[in-house]
């Protein structure tokens, strides 16, 4: 969905490096989230946001740390890569209320050697 | 851990066949959604189910909720070689921390033309 942009698309990073992850929107939601994709696992929430001033830990959030920067930009942070980390990565944003459509990003690939 | 569980892991069909996907969840939920994703893509949303519904249908999707046995079946009617892809519920739990989506780990469909 182009409403929803993520960069890189593709990264390769050594173990120990920061890597930061960028999620842009202009759909107008105030939630945003982000995910990880493994293969064989499904998607798991790492961490999510329901407004600029409000950041909340999801299910995988330990060796990440994310920044709300503005009501359209929420980034992701591994401030140590590690191999572990190696993932598809996918930013996504909502509308408010109960019962709202997600609408994901083209997601980030990253493999961390 | 994650909420939904697909069944099958992976099915292959036959162009004009129907394909069916299951979806178990195990604690009570406002709504349970569908979404698909293309190979490496980003998901994109098919259908919601609220939890007073029973069935929903939207084009050649048709949806069922059965709250009681805490499941769900996507039928996809008269298949195409374009619906190719993987299928995932996700479910949004009543409790607290709502208006989190929980997936499962996805069924995998090949429509063989």
């Known amino acids: 969905d182009a409403d929803v942009t993520q960069t890189p698309r593709n990264r390769i990073t050594k173990t120990g490096k920061r890597i930061m992850l960028e999620c842009s929107q202009t759909k107008g939601h105030d939630r945003m989230y982000w995910y990880r994709q493994d293969p064989g696992l499904g998607l798991r929430l790492i961490y999510y946001s329901f407004d600029v001033k409000d950041i909340n830990k999801g299910e995988i959030s330990d060796g990440y740390s994310v920044s709300r920067q503005a009501q359209a930009k929420f980034s992701l942070s591994l401030e140590s890569a590690i191999p572990n980390q190696t993932a598809l990565y996918f930013c996504?944003?909502?509308?408010?209320?109960?019962?709202?459509?997600?609408?994901f990003g083209p997601g980030t690939r990253l493999l961390v050697l | 851990s994650q909420q939904g569980e697909e069944d099958p892991q992976a099915l292959s069909i036959q162009e004009g066949e129907n394909a069916t996907m299951n979806c178990s969840y195990k604690?009570?939920?406002?709504?349970l959604q569908w979404y698909r994703q293309n190979s490496g893509r980003g998901l994109v949303h098919l259908i919601l189910i609220r939890s007073n519904e029973r069935e929903k249908h939207s084009g050649r999707l048709r949806v069922t909720l059965d709250t009681s046995k805490k499941s769900s079946s996507l039928l996809i009617t008269a298949s195409r070689a374009a619906d190719t892809a993987s299928y995932f519920c996700?479910?949004?739990?009543?409790?607290?921390?709502?208006?989190?989506?929980?997936f499962g780990k996805g069924t995998k469909l090949s429509v063989i033309p």
């Open positions: 604690t009570s939920i406002n709504n």
């Open positions: 996700a479910t949004e739990g009543s409790g607290a921390g709502s208006y989190q989506l929980t």
């Open positions: 996504a944003t909502s509308d408010q209320g109960v019962g709202e459509t997600q609408y």
